[in-house]
DNA sequence: CAGATTTTATTTGTCTGACATTTAAAAGTC
DNA sequence: GACTTTTAAATGTCAGACAAATAAAATCTG
């Protein structure tokens, strides 16, 4: 089953690998305890310190957790939707601050994903998501509110309309492109006229939403984007030429 | 920059958190060498082993890559979508095998997401989009094909679909929610005589792509949502009582 | 005998020190 | 000056040890 080829390359990242096909593969099932860690490397034929690293990888990716003691060891994690979300945000941060993604398609993509959460919302939304969401267009109304906490209300009021879906799946892969795109999100705000608009918009969501109507809350959805990537842009142009 | 609590709970795990950080707010930048493991050793007040576990916590998010040598070291890695899309399936593979998502929901998420790429891909396939798509349909209808190859072309159909929206971040996101499916739709073509339904839908939709008409492509592909559903409840259903 | 307490064994977490291997730069040679 | 050799620095790996946590077994006590 874990068996490891002779090329004395990465030892580490091998047996890390075997391991993860092991469980991927479902030959070590949820809950299931591993081979200790002395076993294991008498198994691959290391030393422990190799193994040791092995087992981090495999941490790292919330594939096994461990426990210490006397029923101790390595046990294959039931992987949850919050250690998969704090993953996809990491991931999606790094792939767009690293410039390995554009702003706009990053834009494009998460408007592209709410759109299509839209009609399973309007469907399935229920009164806590409207609350939800109107508590945070009433908190962006608000003359005193910083650019960053209405920026976390923005976050807040989108999250509620994709929740409202009731697709952990949907929301989960939102969750990504919208905590990547905060910083620059942040930055766009600062143009502080633009929230009365904004909050129209959200009105507009809200209603449509309340009244079932999938189609407003697309177009509406529509605008919101359009207006966002012209902000973006303008705030690019500004970055670039800020004398 | 890079302080360590002295609480003794796994120190790696700690260490690894913090140079993360330091990554994910650009305090190190792409390319940048790290410390080597011994002024980091230094740096933390712990031993090489506890940093290099950290370091492997970290190259198994590829966050960083290390080099062998005089002038190597570990660097912090510019993540490409190669390496986030086998994090993605990995990821979403284990979600959905270890039952933390039902394949109602991930099928529900798929098709959402692939209805969302549809009016991009109407608007902007090229013709080679349209033309692996064209041979994709053309393998299915041979008669010999096992289901497995099947399978196989029949992902390679949807990726062309969701590669013509010419949005990486899309195209990454559905990979994972596809590949994940992919064993129970395996199981789903077992029953042999829904392929030529899946193919006169597979060509419904290649042929509005053509014509560039959005809604037939939609309308389609919620076609095949609703059947793909019901085969797989059908398939469920006969596993709970095979006799 | 029942329950509480102590002991023990197992396992992970960490440290020290060493050697092997790779690799780029410095030193030496023609 | 171009080529070769040496050297130093860094990661990769190993061996052995001790600390700390923890559950089970053994012991003690009423």
Redesign the pocket.
């Known amino acids: 089953m874990k068996i490891d080829p002779q090329n004395?390359?990465?030892?580490?990242?091998?047996i890390a690998q075997a391991i993860r096909d092991a469980i991927v593969s479902g030959a070590l099932i949820v809950d299931e305890?591993?081979?200790?860690?002395?076993?294991?490397?008498d198994l691959f034929?290391?030393?422990?310190?190799?193994?040791?690293?092995a087992?981090?990888r495999l941490?790292a990716q919330s594939l096994i957790r461990?426990?210490?003691?006397?029923?101790?060891?390595?046990f294959v994690n039931r992987l949850n939707f919050e250690d998969a979300y704090s993953q996809q945000i990491t991931t999606s941060t790094l792939l767009l601050s690293m410039n390995a993604v554009s702003f706009d398609t990053a834009c494009e993509a998460r408007y592209a994903l709410e759109r299509a959460c839209a009609a399973l919302s309007a469907d399935r939304r229920t009164p806590d998501h409207l609350a939800t969401m109107r508590t945070e267009i009433f908190r962006q109304s608000q003359p005193g509110l910083t650019d960053e906490a209405f920026c976390t209300s923005d976050v807040a009021f989108h999250r509620a309309l994709v929740d409202g879906a009731g697709n952990p799946v949907l929301s989960y892969q939102l969750a990504g492109a919208v905590e990547a795109m905060q910083p620059l999100m942040n930055m766009i705000t600062f143009t502080a006229r633009s929230r009365e608009a904004i909050i129209a918009m959200h009105s507009k969501i809200a209603d449509a939403l309340e009244a079932r109507d999938a189609d407003v809350v697309d177009a509406a959805l529509a605008d919101l984007e359009t207006y966002t990537r012209q902000l973006a842009q303008d705030v690019a142009e500004q970055r670039r030429k800020p004398a």
């Open positions: 004395p390359a990465d030892l580490s990242a091998q305890r591993l081979p200790s860690e002395t076993e294991l490397s034929r290391v030393s422990r310190p190799t193994v040791r690293e087992l981090k941490a461990t426990q210490r003691g006397a029923a101790g060891g390595a």
